[in-house]
């Protein structure tokens, strides 16, 4: 096969820096969130039309991120909100997958049943799987995953790695094969903690807003480098 045509199956991005990027800017951080909100609808309509990868898994809001300031939240929660009312009417069109994942329970009945009538809407759609990151916590997904298996009556003594898989907010997708963090940082900050054992963890200084196709186009450039061998040789 061409090596050009290697393309990871599933790219996980924590899409950090829209903060300092306003900051730098002299601009409030919310303003930094809708530019930020602008580059992941860009970017998946790049991954969707000019590459085979197949599942792009996004951070959007962590578990931990409730503790920023209120007017932030809110800003934050508006975005999310506008993207739902927008991919109601584009998903179709765009042929892709559209899921959220994270602890939803948090969220308002109205915006859960809008959630899931999206889930529902683009079921068969046959491009790009997307999964939005909300309220999400790699610990808080293993905990609900443990927990459904104890309301579901599973021996707990005999629990398999595949059994704790099939009970994730992932339940049925690849793990991802590159995890890419833009914003300088090079933590996890608790994203797919079970999924990311064997990812290939790509760093960026790039802030997100600043992030492009042709940034993308270099993070696809050096996994195609990477020697993958999951604990062989
Ligand atoms: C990432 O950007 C977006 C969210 C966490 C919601 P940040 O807001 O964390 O940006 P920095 O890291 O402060 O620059
Ligand atoms: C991770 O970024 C969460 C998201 C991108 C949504 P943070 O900015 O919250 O992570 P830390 O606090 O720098 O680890
Ligand atoms: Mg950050």
Not at 48 to 75: C, G, I, M, Q
Request: with cysteine; hydrophobic share 40%; proline share 3%.
């Amino acid at each position: 096969m061409d090596n050009q045509e290697i393309f990871p199956r599933h790219i996980a991005i924590i899409m950090d820096g829209n903060g300092r990027w306003a900051q730098k800017r002299l601009l409030p951080r919310k303003a930094g969130h809708a530019v930020g909100s602008e580059t992941f609808r860009s970017v998946a309509d790049y991954l969707n039309l000019h590459t085979k990868v197949e599942y792009l898994t996004v951070y959007a809001f962590s578990t931990e991120n409730w503790s920023r300031p209120k007017d932030e939240v809110d800003e934050i929660m508006r975005l999310l909100r506008k993207y739902m009312d927008e991919a109601c009417r584009t998903l179709l069109e765009k042929n892709v997958k559209l899921h959220f994942l994270g602890d939803l329970s948090i969220f308002p009945e109205d915006v859960r049943r809008e959630m899931e009538d999206i889930h529902a809407l683009s079921e068969k759609a046959t491009g790009l799987h997307i999964n939005v990151c909300v309220n999400y916590g790699g610990r808080n997904e293993i905990v609900n995953a443990v927990r459904a298996m104890a309301r579901e009556g599973y021996d707990m003594t005999k629990v398999t790695e595949e059994e704790i898989t099939a009970h994730l907010y992932t339940v049925g997708q690849p793990d991802p094969d590159m995890i890419i963090r833009t914003g300088a940082e090079k933590r996890l900050s608790n994203f797919l903690m079970w999924q990311s054992s064997y990812a290939e963890l790509y760093f960026t200084d790039t802030l997100w807003p600043d992030f492009s196709g042709k940034d993308i186009e270099e993070a696809l450039a050096w996994f195609r480098g990477r020697k993958r061998r999951f604990g062989g040789v």
